[in-house]
């Protein structure tokens, strides 16, 4: 198993220029989540998924827009790149309900700088 | 209003020396706390996890402490080594398996040799 992928890497875009950022789990996970890390801030959730179909927002959803249309696949967009957008991304998946724990595994990150 | 706070920001600690990071939780409702270790370039992941209903869980070096009573836990590393230097978080969820996680803002540990 790969577990979470997330592509690009690394991305650098200019103020109002719009992209999206992927991500992949091979673990059949109903619940996705990105979160974006800035120095010093921790992690802070962006949107979440529950299942295809089905998604909320978190505590910092503004300037970004989600969807799930398969169980896998939970792409994060940016409309409108501002320079407040510049930090790291991670997407992270975890198990079906009714599990004894909540691990959620992460995706290597994508580094995402706006000029 | 943040929810999970975690001290030290960071911490030197000696080789073979222990390591210890706070976390204070506010919401009551919170019922799985877990550490995750983050190296450079890297995604978060999974250190040790603990639930309420015990006041202390321990994984080779690494032990969680928890009381309840005080809305606090801590993660003890025993014999830290260098290989222990990276970020560590703690976080805190409530309710069922794949709720969101609230994150601490993180400790930076670095182990001299």
């Known amino acids: 198993n790969a577990g979470v992928t997330q592509t690009p890497k690394f991305r650098i875009l200019k103020i109002g220029q719009s992209m999206t950022l992927q991500c992949t789990q091979d673990m059949n996970h109903n619940y996705m989540y990105w979160y974006r890390q800035d120095p010093g801030m921790g992690l802070k959730l962006i949107y979440y998924s529950v299942g295809a179909g089905i998604t909320d927002k978190g505590e910092v959803p503004n300037g970004y827009n989600v969807s799930r249309s398969t169980t896998e696949d939970f792409p994060l967009r940016l409309e409108l790149a501002a320079p407040s957008q510049t930090s790291v991304y991670f997407c992270?998946?975890?198990?079906?309900?009714?599990?004894?724990?909540?691990?959620?595994?992460f995706g290597p990150g994508t580094r995402l700088t706006v000029l | 209003q943040q929810q999970v706070k975690q001290s030290p920001q960071s911490l030197i600690v000696q080789k073979g020396g222990i390591s210890i990071i706070n976390c204070a939780y506010e919401?009551?409702?919170?019922?799985?706390f877990p550490w995750y270790q983050q190296f450079p370039g890297k995604g978060p992941a999974l250190l040790i996890a603990?639930?309420?209903?015990?006041s202390e869980k321990k994984e080779g070096r690494f032990t969680i402490s928890f009381n309840k009573s005080a809305k606090q836990f801590s993660l003890h590393i025993m014999d830290s080594q260098p290989g222990d230097s990276a970020t560590y978080f703690c976080a805190a969820s409530r309710g069922q398996a794949g709720t969101a996680l609230i994150f601490g803002k993180g400790t930076t540990l670095s182990v001299s040799s």
């Open positions: 603990i639930r309420p209903d015990v």
């Open positions: 992270a998946s975890s198990r079906v309900p009714g599990t004894a724990d909540n691990e959620q595994f």
């Open positions: 919401n009551t409702a919170f019922d799985y």
